[in-house]
């Protein structure tokens, strides 16, 4: 025998253990896949455990599933309403939001273009805190309570829609238009004689002008005759005080003479 022959020999004989090791190790730690319970020392299937778990998880599916149904369903009556929909073991009538939004557009719609005027609109009821008042038997999708709206004035008049509003208006302005148009046009020829009167070549304006151009020429001419008009007026008064004292003399010259002529026996 050779060598490589011994060689071979020994290999084999090395993986046969490794073999015989790995069969034992694997039949030694085996796992149970069985369903069987142990017994003597032995532990359950491996099909026992999961089993087991398997439904502890099913027994919390019926909780859930009752709780995703309720949302479910109110979910659905929220959206699509219902005539007896059931909320915590109770029956209700649930409007749904399309129904809610139809309702609230027809609102809308009959306070711009409803034509009846028999008809009245209706405002939203607040409580005392200035809050809006619901309907509690839907307790989904709630509709505010409305009532007849008034105006403020005294009495109050129920309030009617924008388009009869309009049309009284239309009204108002055809049998007004008329007399208001002549009262304009009366009023605009008014304004512009007036205003031909206020700043025509001899109207108000320009006569202002002329008087303060009068009084500025009278200023003027004031202050150039001021001064000779002082001294003519002084002069008047040394004049005025010349002849008072020739009249004092003259009477003193009168009563002279007419002494000396009764000296003289009465002949001049």
């Known amino acids: 025998m050779t060598w490589f022959g011994k060689i071979l020999v020994l290999l084999n004989l090395a993986v046969s253990l ?3 090791t790995w069969a034992m190790v694997f039949f030694t730690l085996r796992v149970d896949w069985s ?21 502890e998880g099913w027994n919390q599916v019926p909780p859930a599933v009752a709780s995703w149904q309720e ?3 109110t979910l659905l009556a929220l959206e699509d309403g219902g005539d007896k929909v059931i909320l915590k073991g109770k029956d209700y009538k649930v409007n749904g939001r399309q129904a809610n939004r ?3 557009a027809r609102e809308l719609e009959f306070l711009r273009s409803n034509p009846n005027p028999e008809q009245f609109c209706q405002e939203i009821v607040l ?4 809050r809006p008042v619901t309907n509690d038997l839907d307790p989904l999708t709630p509709r505010v309570k409305m009532a007849p709206a008034k105006d403020r004035a005294s009495p109050p008049k129920p309030l009617r829609s924008l388009v009869q509003y309009n049309m009284e208006e239309t009204n108002i302005l055809t049998k007004l238009l008329p007399a208001e ?3 304009l046009e009366a009023a605009i ?11 025509g070549p001899k109207g108000i304006h320009a006569r202002l002008i002329d008087e303060r151009v009068k009084r500025e020429d009278i200023m003027a001419e ?9 001294n003519t007026y002084v002069e008047s008064e040394l004049l005025l005080k010349r002849k008072r004292s020739l009249e004092v003399r003259l009477e003193e010259l009168r009563k002279a003479r007419a002494a000396r002529i009764a000296a003289l026996g009465g002949q001049p």
């Open 35 to 55: 369903d069987q319970k142990g017994g003597a020392g032995k532990p359950d299937g491996e099909l026992v455990r999961r089993i087991a778990l398997a439904q």
């Open 102 to 104: 139809d309702w609230y």
């Open 18 to 20: 490794a073999l015989m």
């Open 181 to 183: 148009q002549d009262r």
């Open 71 to 73: 949302a479910r369903t």
């Open 189 to 199: 020829k008014e304004d512009t004689r007036l205003t031909e009167l206020l700043l």
């Open 127 to 130: 409580d005392d805190q200035r």
């Open 222 to 230: 004031h202050k150039l005759v001021k001064t000779p008009l002082i």
